[in-house]
DNA sequence: GTGGTCTAGACCACC
DNA sequence: GTGGTCTAGACCACA
């Protein structure tokens, strides 16, 4: 699997590495059960700081879409992954929020901004 | 017009800030032409600093979203708002792509995540 | 002759009344000799304060672009213009490099910017 | 590269700032990619607020002169400098007008300020 | 170490 | 009164 970093953006690479891993579960380039590189391995691949992969893994760790063995080294999740529980609903609520507003104002129809969430759905699964 | 900021939040304040004024703007809240407080009102309103306000609303006037005025103060832009840029969906796109992601990793359908659209859509417009 | 202001500008009124007074004489439109309206005349012609009026008035007037008489009121200095002293000169170095610098960053070439000076100097005479 | 500043002039700091960036683009003293110093550094250089270079950086970041690093830094744009669009010959026709209305006033003709221009243009260039 | 954010308080230009 | 500029000093996120 292929991760793209953009050194130069806003978003921390910690994010981007954990966004794309996520992606990457989302379109099955990466199952459950799968094995990650190590943080170190990763790191380097990618030219970055290993505390910085470690910051991303941990994160994902903590959200229960990986799982980190001290030995085996990380793999996906090979018991699912987190669910939709409350408190995950209402953050995405408040994450979309933003965009919606900005999206009204900018003269974007609803039916627009559907079409482009349905556009990046089939782009992600492919 | 009232606005709720979270002082603990990870987001920035002078983001919040933001957001919330655009959320007025797509509600019909604010009017275009609407005056907005000066910085240093809205600042004692919030019990937060003025150059927070002011960088709030400096983000605003580069977006077109409101005209600040040397004296007058600060207006919702009566000549209307920013228009669907190429550059701004592709900002949207790039936005709504973790989101998205993430939901599909935790078994959300995408006409689960549309409605939830719809409902923000509906709650904002009211 | 009609003065255009831009109330939205960065530029301060009194400074924009300034200046297209000074293209105003440059075009030929206001004469040596010829009447200015009065600093209360102009300010409720334009819908602007009084004090900014006199402020630009009193300005040209330093320059020696006017005079100011107390009674026969204001006129486009009959004995002529200021000259090009070396202050003058030396400001007019000072406030044209940023542009030129910005300019040649930009990658627009040296006769490109003097053909687009030449097309002011054409518009300013008419 | 050695920046200088006039504390005393109206020309705020941050201005002359960005200007004086611009120019050393504009002469090759600082080539694409080049580091610049980090704001707290040129801060203390030049003997002023850390946030008044920000600003500076901020403008030129904006406009895309330079690449602002969360952690590396700032750079000069590696990959080039904004270009000629539409929206900058207007804003570069906008700040000229007065300097050669001013000129045309005081008796400077066409050829000896284009003159003047190209004799800055050489002096950037070296 | 870097830039990002936030505060507190000051003076000035403008109208 | 408004926003614009500048200072001084603080804490945090990031790498």
Redesign the interface.
């Known amino acids: 699997m292929l991760l793209k970093l953009n050194?130069?953006s806003e978003t921390?690479i910690y994010l981007q590495l954990r966004?794309s891993i996520?992606?990457g579960?989302?379109?099955g380039q990466l199952k459950e059960g799968e094995a990650l590189p190590s943080v170190r391995m990763m790191a380097s691949d990618l030219g970055v700081n290993m505390h910085t992969v470690n910051k991303a893994y941990q994160l994902l760790k903590q959200a229960g879409?990986i799982l980190i063995h001290r030995q085996k080294g990380v793999v996906v999740n090979p018991d699912g992954?987190?669910?939709?529980d409350d408190e995950?609903?209402e953050s995405?609520?408040s994450?979309?929020?933003?965009?919606?507003?900005?999206?009204?104002?900018?003269?974007?129809g609803?039916s627009e901004?559907?079409k482009?969430?349905?556009t990046?759905?089939k782009d992600?699964?492919q």
Chains 1, 2, 3, 4 share one sequence.
């Open positions: 050194l130069e921390p966004n996520i992606e579960i989302a379109s879409f992954m987190p669910g939709l995950y609903k995405l609520n994450g979309l929020r933003p965009f919606i507003s900005e999206a009204i104002c900018r003269g974007m609803e901004f559907l482009m969430c349905q990046i759905f992600i699964k």
